[in-house]
């Protein structure tokens, strides 16, 4: 069964830096992987899918990749604002046809 | 224009009671979803419909019973409430079967349900 974990759990960095979040899955065999942001109180947006045979996405100050075969995904984000402050969660569609989550990592983005 | 949305947003109940909570999506897709979200933010599928049909059932108590009366909505009656069943409950939707690897999904707001 596909298992979706995501290091680190919570993770605070001051306003500007660069962070990285990762995002690890056991099952190889899937058409797409998404970040989502998830803000308190509110559901999942999607930010960024990356399709199984591409590599990478990007959108404004956001880039994600993906490698298949190590079962491996980054979400980029540049020059990080308070604004950025929210859970994310990153989600496979396996070739069975469901969508699995991973545990999702809480950012706080400090002003 | 809401794409998913669930009601009620709020649901404070005591133990033993019956509860309901509706979903209606307007992108035409034909997959809903329920998921329970978790104190930790873990979101766990309970049920899945695609075109009326149940297609995914995971391990979930007979207290719960989905409904869709048709594919653009799927409901969600609890029956019996425990102080457990207190979480995050999210409706989804989803259209499965064609260009599958740029499938999304669509998530309502949630429905924050209390049992005390």
């Known amino acids: 069964k596909q298992e979706v974990t995501q290091i680190p759990a919570a993770l605070s960095v001051p306003e500007g830096e660069n962070l990285v979040l990762n995002c690890s899955f056991t099952?190889?065999?899937?058409?797409?992987l998404q970040w989502f942001r998830q803000d308190p109180g509110k559901g999942l947006t999607s930010l960024l899918l990356?399709?199984?045979?591409?590599r990478e996405q990007t959108s404004g100050r956001l880039n994600a990749s993906l490698d298949k075969s190590s079962g491996r995904s980054t979400l980029y984000i540049a020059a990080s604002q308070p604004g950025d402050s929210a859970t994310y969660l990153c989600?496979?569609?396996?070739?069975?046809?469901?969508?699995?989550f991973g545990t999702g990592t809480s950012l706080t983005v400090i002003p | 224009d809401t794409a998913v949305s669930q009601t009620p947003k709020y649901l404070v109940t005591q133990m033993g009671n019956d509860k309901s909570i509706k979903c209606e999506q307007n992108?035409?897709?034909?997959?809903m979803y329920w998921y329970k979200q978790d104190s930790k933010k873990f979101l766990k599928i309970m049920f899945s419909?695609?075109?009326?049909?149940?297609?995914i059932n995971e391990t979930v108590p007979n207290r719960f019973s989905p409904k869709s009366p048709d594919k653009a909505h799927l409901n969600l009656h609890i029956n019996s409430l425990e102080l457990g069943d207190s979480a995050v409950y999210f409706c989804?939707?989803?259209?499965?079967?064609?260009?599958?690897?740029?499938?999304?999904?669509?998530f309502g707001e949630g429905s924050w349900l209390t049992v005390v």
């Open positions: 989804a939707s989803s259209q499965l079967g064609t260009g599958l690897s740029g499938n999304t999904i669509y």
């Open positions: 989600a496979v569609l396996n070739t069975g046809n469901q969508f699995y």
């Open positions: 990356i399709q199984s045979s591409q």
């Open positions: 099952d190889s065999a899937i058409y797409n």
């Open positions: 992108l035409g897709h034909d997959t």
């Open positions: 419909y695609n075109n009326k049909e149940l297609i």
